[in-house]
T-cell receptor
Framework: GENVEQHPSTLSVQEGDSAVIKCTYS??????FPWYKQELGKGPQLIID?????GEKKDQRIAVTLNKTAKHFSLHITETQPEDSAVYFC???????????FGKGTMLLVSP | DAGITQSPRHKVTETGTPVTLRCHQT?????MYWYRQDPGHGLRLIHY???????DKGEVSDGYSVSRSKTEDFLLTLESATSSQTSVYFC????????????FGQGTRLTVV
């Protein structure tokens, strides 16, 4: 089955800096890669996703890049703000398939 | 937030008792999922549903059963709760394709003592 590795497990940055979280996956058939943000006491919130037919997708301050050959994808957050502090999860699946496999999460702390 | 309501939000129960968690959606989405979240394990799929009365097992289904008698409701039952089932349980829904653009509920914190 699919295996998703996520790094780093914790990341501390200063407000205004950029943050990058990286994930690798094992199943070359995976074609859908979402990212979730989870704030304390809340459910995961879908913030951006990418399919394997594109290499990059942006939405304001966040972007995701995908390297199918190397089987890794990354979340980039620019101009970080304290409200970006949360746990971020990557995931991978073959769209339409039964299992969405999650990474173990990255705790991002943005200091003012 | 997507129209997902989980109930109860918190529950403490004793070992050996049955427990049912409810997920209710107002989005008319076809797919519904139950996950558990534990430190060091991330989110793991328990069971999922691809339609009324259509359900299947996920990665960690032992000790759990589910039912979906209506599109909007997906129930998770612990037949005889054990301490290893202490966890935070999340319901999720998706409409277009299984597992794509999935939206999560707020979670149920279950403690088995």
């Amino acid at each position: 089955g699919e295996n998703v590795e996520q790094h780093p497990s914790t990341l501390s940055v200063q407000e205004g800096d950029s943050a990058v979280i990286k994930c690798t996956y094992s199943d070359s058939a995976s074609n859908y890669f979402p990212w979730y943000k989870q704030e304390l006491g809340k459910g995961p919130q879908l913030i951006i996703d990418i399919r394997s037919n594109v290499g990059e997708k942006k939405d304001q301050r966040i972007a995701v890049t995908l390297n199918k050959t190397a089987k890794h994808f990354s979340l980039h957050i620019t101009e970080t703000q304290p409200e970006d502090s949360a746990v971020y999860f990557c995931a991978a699946t073959v769209s339409g398939y039964s299992t969405l496999t999650f990474g173990k999460g990255t705790m991002l702390l943005v200091s003012p | 937030d997507a129209g997902i309501t989980q109930s109860p939000r918190h529950k403490v129960t004793e070992t050996g008792t049955p427990v049912t968690l409810r997920c209710h959606q107002t989005e008319n989405h076809r797919y519904m999922y139950w996950y558990r979240q534990d430190p060091g394990h991330g989110l793991r799929l328990i069971h999922y549903s691809y339609g009324v009365k259509d359900t299947d097992k996920g990665e960690v289904s032992d000790g759990y059963s589910v039912s979906r008698s209506k599109t909007e409701d997906f129930l998770l039952t612990l037949e005889s709760a054990t301490s290893s089932q202490t966890s935070v349980y999340f319901c999720a829904i998706s409409g277009k394709e299984m597992n794509t653009e999935a939206f999560f509920g707020q979670g149920t914190r279950l403690t088995v003592v």
